[in-house]
T-cell receptor, first 115, second 114 residues
C-alpha cells in the first residue's frame, strides 16, 4: 500500500531533550516536506527536500533540522525542544517536476508535547 | 509572500443545512487551489483541487468549489451536510512558481449537529 508513515505518533518530552521524528514513504517520491499544524494557523511548512541531499527552509524552520540521506526517509530533528514546539507535525511527499505541481500525500501526523 | 485567509474559524449547523466556507488568497500569478479535510484524529485528505479550466470543480463526498479569479477566492460548498461532515477544513494554495509548496489557511472547524 502506498503510504507515508511517521513515528512516533505521540510523544511527550521535556525541554532540551533531543528528539527525532521519522518519516518514510514507499512511493519513490523525490519531494518530501514537514509541516506543523497549530490552532488558527493552519499548516506551516518547516523544511522541504527536493531530492536526496537537497533540503531547504520553509516558513518556520527555527529550532528544527532535517536530513535526506535516502530517498525514502526524511527525519525531523529537534536538537533542543522548547514548549513552543508543542504541535501536530505532518510529513508529506510527492513527485517533483519543476514545471508543475504534484499532489502531496500526507502522513498520519505526530502529536508532540514539550513540557 | 502569498497568504491564505479563511474567514470563519468555527461553523455550527444542523444536518441538511447548506455549507459554504470562504477562502481568499493573495497572489497575483497562476495558482493551484485545494481544499483538504481533516476528520477528528485523522490526517489530511484532499477534497478537491483546481488547476485550470472550468472554475466550478466537484470533489468527493458531494463537495464543490468555485474559483473566482477576480475576487481571489475559492469558496467551498455543500448543498446538504451530514453529521459525518464534522471536521476541520483547510484551503491551500500553490503558487505556480513555488514548486510543490502549499500555503494553508488557518482552517475552519465545522460541527454538524444531528
Amino acid at each position: 500500500e502506498a503510504q507515508v508513515t511517521q513515528n512516533p505518533r505521540y510523544l511527550i518530552t521535556v525541554t532540551g531533550k533531543k528528539l527525532t521524528v521519522t518519516c518514510s514513504q514507499n512511493m519513490n517520491h523525490e519531494y518530501m516536506s514537514w509541516y506543523r499544524q497549530d490552532p488558527g494557523l493552519g499548516l506551516r511548512q518547516i523544511y522541504y527536500s527536493m531530492n536526496v541531499e537537497v533540503t531547504d527552509k520553509g516558513d518556520v524552520p527555527e529550532g528544527y533540522k532535517v536530513s535526506r540521506k535516502e530517498k525514502r526517509n526524511f527525519p525531523l530533528i529537534l536538537e533542543s525542544p522548547s514548549p513552543n514546539q508543542t504541535s501536530l507535525y505532518f510529513c508529506a511527499s510527492s513527485l517533483f517536476r519543476a514545471s508543475s505541481y504534484n499532489e502531496q500525500f500526507f502522513g498520519p501526523g505526530t502529536r508532540l508535547t514539550v513540557l | 509572500a502569498q497568504s491564505v485567509s479563511q474567514h470563519n474559524h468555527h461553523v455550527i449547523l444542523s444536518e441538511a443545512a447548506s455549507l459554504e466556507l470562504g477562502c481568499n488568497y493573495s497572489y497575483g500569478g497562476t495558482v493551484n487551489l485545494f481544499w483538504y479535510v481533516q476528520y477528528p484524529g485523522q490526517h489530511l485528505q484532499l477534497l478537491l483541487k483546481y488547476f485550470s479550466g472550468d472554475p466550478l470543480v466537484k470533489g468527493i463526498k458531494g463537495f464543490e468549489a468555485e474559483f473566482i479569479k477576480s475576487k481571489f477566492s475559492f469558496n467551498l460548498r455543500k448543498p446538504s451536510v451530514q453529521w459525518s461532515d464534522t471536521a476541520e477544513y483547510f484551503c491551500a494554495v500553490n503558487a505556480g512558481a513555488a514548486g510543490n509548496k502549499l500555503t494553508f489557511g488557518g482552517g475552519t472547524r465545522v460541527l454538524v449537529k444531528p
